[in-house]
């Protein structure tokens, strides 16, 4: 049933695919670089994150005036923000903020590309888990990012978050006290969302090396028409609706102003938090925000059910269905010359090359290693001496069909 | 391979578009940068301006820069479609008979 499913999604996708190539060509389509796209967003999000970051000070009293002084826009009457925020500033700030629901909408289709077409089991199991791993810190980042406006939804977030943490037995009140950095909300507070913040994404680094550990040429870059489209929509986000914080005196100038009036319904973040005071309704950010919805909605310990359990599940997706491994290639010891052909040719690492015995007639033999082999065939293909072979399909067999099937053509 | 053997190898095609993707970035990255850098040097958040810096900052029209940012977005967007038009014009055709 499950494997009919898989085999279901499959055909949809790649029909899906060749309508696009229709569209696009085969070499334009961007769904064939659907892995490239979060890596390619990323860019974006860490050089606008390093120039928000220059002006960004993480105390309570100064954070959310450093945020708006990077992005505000003139106000009047305020001697301070008279002539607005840095030039730029808020384009910038955009782009960091729709930078961050492309990326996870990318992320989320390379994840369900990667899941309908069945490429996510068995031998691929590391990079599936190292993705779902990639999926939770980019969702952490992401909010975190919104910890550090220290607005009424930022405040909003921690004491939601700390009550989804006090429902956890043993560890909650320690994770509490974790996101928080102490007992209570303190200056040491956004120093640690700082912390998540750009720890969570030097991390996303590191699990993207092992996402890309067992692949030989991963695929980085997108096709240019992809690019260009992605970042055409980024700026055109980020100036259309720019990423500000709505103040009184904002409102008082451009209220009437249907913009403004866009932005405060969007992206725009809201009047500086007050410790103690949870303001009555948030706006929930669709891709970023929906455990807080999940929480307000179903309450905490259902919100704990739903996003353990699709974690869980996601996890355990590579095991299951277990195929059965007839087709693993083995090398045939005698004929085995060490060349390394097989071994530099195979695109998921499975075959390494280990010193023969001293005597023996060649230096080296191949060993492949059965977990990470695909039997693709891949390596038959690269052997010069017929030393490895799929055992249920044997280059000979093959090369006689093959033959038979020309002479008939013939 | 020895020195004295024939070498195969042709020379890459230089990616002029790469170039000028980059370069442009590169630019418009320095230009915020820049910007940024420029305006350390003016007033920072939290601190009282004084009455003549307040008076030469006070002209600048915020909206303007979003409309640059959008014209940017439509170039962006009209070279995805000439990307995807000249690879129509290049494509060939893979049937086998």
Same mark, same amino acid.
């Given at each position: 049933?499950?494997?009919?499913?898989?085999?279901?999604?499959?055909?949809?996708?790649v029909s899906?695919?060749?309508?696009?190539n229709?569209?696009t060509t085969q070499?334009?389509n961007?769904?064939?670089?659907?892995?490239?796209?979060?890596?390619?967003?990323?860019?974006?999000?860490?050089?606008?994150g390093?120039l928000?970051w220059?002006y960004?000070?993480?105390t309570?009293?100064?954070?959310?005036?450093?945020?708006n002084?990077?992005?505000?826009?003139?106000t009047?009457?305020?001697?301070?923000?008279?002539?607005?925020?840095i030039p730029?500033?808020?384009?910038?700030?955009?782009?960091?903020?729709?930078?961050?629901?492309?990326?996870?909408?990318?992320?989320?289709?390379?994840?369900?590309?990667?899941?309908?077409?069945?490429?996510?089991?068995?031998w691929?199991?590391?990079?599936?888990?190292t993705?779902?791993g990639l999926?939770l810190?980019?969702?952490?980042?992401?909010?975190s990012?919104?910890l550090?406006v220290?607005?009424?939804r930022?405040?909003f977030?921690?004491?939601?978050?700390?009550?989804?943490?006090?429902?956890?037995?043993?560890i909650g009140?320690?994770l509490?006290a974790?996101l928080?950095?102490?007992?209570g909300i303190?200056?040491?507070?956004?120093?640690?969302?700082?912390?998540?913040?750009?720890g969570?994404?030097v991390?996303i680094?590191?699990?993207v090396?092992?996402?890309?550990?067992?692949?030989?040429?991963?695929?980085?870059t997108p096709?240019?028409?992809t690019?260009?489209?992605l970042?055409?929509?980024i700026?055109?986000?980020?100036?259309?609706l720019?990423?500000i914080?709505?103040?009184h005196e904002?409102?008082?100038?451009?209220?009437?102003?249907?913009?403004?009036?866009?932005?405060a319904?969007?992206?725009?973040s809201?009047?500086p938090?007050?410790i103690g005071?949870?303001?009555?309704?948030?706006?929930?950010?669709?891709?970023?925000?929906?455990?807080?919805?999940?929480?307000?909605?179903v309450?905490?310990t259902?919100s704990?059910?739903?996003?353990?359990?699709?974690?869980?599940?996601?996890?355990?997706?590579?095991?299951?269905?277990?195929?059965?491994?007839?087709? !693993?290639a083995? &090398?045939i010891e +005698?004929? %085995?010359?060490? @060349?390394?052909? =097989?071994?530099?040719?195979c #695109? /998921?690492?499975? *075959?390494?090359?280990?010193?023969?015995?001293?005597?023996?007639?060649?230096k080296? !033999?191949?060993? &492949?290693?059965a +977990?990470? %082999?695909?039997? @693709?065939?891949? =390596?038959?293909?690269?052997c #010069? /001496?017929?030393a *490895?072979?799929?055992?249920?399909?044997?280059?000979?067999?093959?090369?006689?069909?093959?033959m038979?099937?020309?002479?008939?053509?013939? | 391979?020895?020195?004295?053997?024939?070498r195969?190898?042709?020379?890459?095609?230089?990616?002029?578009?790469g170039?000028?993707?980059?370069?442009?970035?590169?630019g418009i990255?320095g230009?915020?940068?820049?910007?940024?850098l420029?305006?350390e040097?003016?007033?920072?958040p939290g601190?009282?301006v004084?009455?003549?810096l307040?008076?030469?900052?006070t002209?600048?029209?915020p909206?303007k820069?979003?409309d640059?940012?959008?014209?940017?977005?439509?170039?962006?967007?009209?070279?995805?479609?000439?990307e995807?038009?000249?690879?129509?014009?290049?494509?060939?055709?893979?049937t086998l008979?």
């Amino acid at each position: 049933m499950y494997r009919k499913f898989l085999r279901l999604t499959k055909s949809l996708t790649v029909s899906f695919e060749k309508v696009v190539n229709f569209l696009t060509t085969q070499e334009q389509n961007p769904l064939y670089f659907h892995g490239a796209l979060p890596l390619y967003v990323f860019w974006f999000l860490i050089f606008s994150g390093i120039l928000l970051w220059m002006y960004y000070i993480p105390t309570l009293d100064r954070a959310w005036s450093s945020v708006n002084y990077i992005s505000a826009l003139p106000t009047p009457g305020d001697p301070i923000n008279l002539a607005g925020g840095i030039p730029y500033g808020a384009v910038v700030r955009g782009i960091h903020r729709w930078g961050a629901a492309a990326m996870m909408i990318v992320t989320l289709l390379h994840m369900f590309r990667v899941y309908f077409t069945d490429r996510h089991r068995s031998w691929r199991w590391l990079p599936w888990i190292t993705g779902v791993g990639l999926l939770l810190f980019v969702l952490f980042v992401g909010l975190s990012g919104y910890l550090l406006v220290w607005d009424a939804r930022a405040y909003f977030i921690v004491v939601a978050t700390q009550h989804l943490f006090d429902g956890l037995p043993v560890i909650g009140g320690a994770l509490s006290a974790f996101l928080v950095g102490g007992e209570g909300i303190t200056d040491y507070t956004l120093t640690r969302f700082l912390f998540f913040h750009v720890g969570g994404a030097v991390t996303i680094f590191f699990l993207v090396w092992m996402h890309f550990i067992r692949l030989k040429e991963p695929v980085v870059t997108p096709a240019r028409a992809t690019n260009f489209l992605l970042l055409g929509f980024i700026l055109l986000a980020a100036g259309t609706l720019p990423a500000i914080n709505i103040t009184h005196e904002l409102l008082l100038k451009y209220g009437s102003d249907p913009r403004i009036a866009a932005q405060a319904a969007y992206v725009a973040s809201d009047a500086p938090a007050q410790i103690g005071t949870l303001v009555e309704t948030i706006r929930y950010d669709a891709w970023y925000m929906f455990p807080y919805w999940l929480i307000q909605n179903v309450g905490v310990t259902w919100s704990w059910l739903i996003l353990g359990g699709s974690t869980v599940l996601l996890c355990v997706a590579p095991f299951y269905p277990k195929d059965r491994r007839a087709n !693993i290639a083995e &090398v045939i010891e +005698a004929k %085995c010359t060490g @060349c390394t052909f =097989c071994s530099l040719d195979c #695109p /998921f690492e499975a *075959i390494t090359m280990v010193e023969r015995a001293p005597g023996s007639k060649f230096k080296q !033999i191949a060993v &492949v290693q059965a +977990a990470r %082999c695909s039997e @693709c065939g891949i =390596c038959v293909g690269a052997c #010069p /001496f017929q030393a *490895i072979e799929l055992p249920e399909l044997h280059s000979k067999t093959l090369e006689a069909d093959l033959m038979a099937l020309v002479k008939k053509g013939a | 391979m020895t020195s004295g053997e024939p070498r195969s190898t042709t020379p890459s095609k230089r990616p002029i578009f790469g170039v000028i993707f980059l370069v442009t970035g590169l630019g418009i990255f320095g230009y915020f940068l820049l910007h940024s850098l420029l305006t350390e040097v003016g007033p920072p958040p939290g601190v009282q301006v004084p009455a003549e810096l307040r008076m030469e900052t006070t002209n600048r029209e915020p909206f303007k820069e979003f409309d640059v940012v959008k014209w940017l977005g439509w170039a962006f967007v009209v070279a995805a479609l000439a990307e995807v038009g000249a690879a129509y014009l290049r494509k060939q055709s893979t049937t086998l008979e």
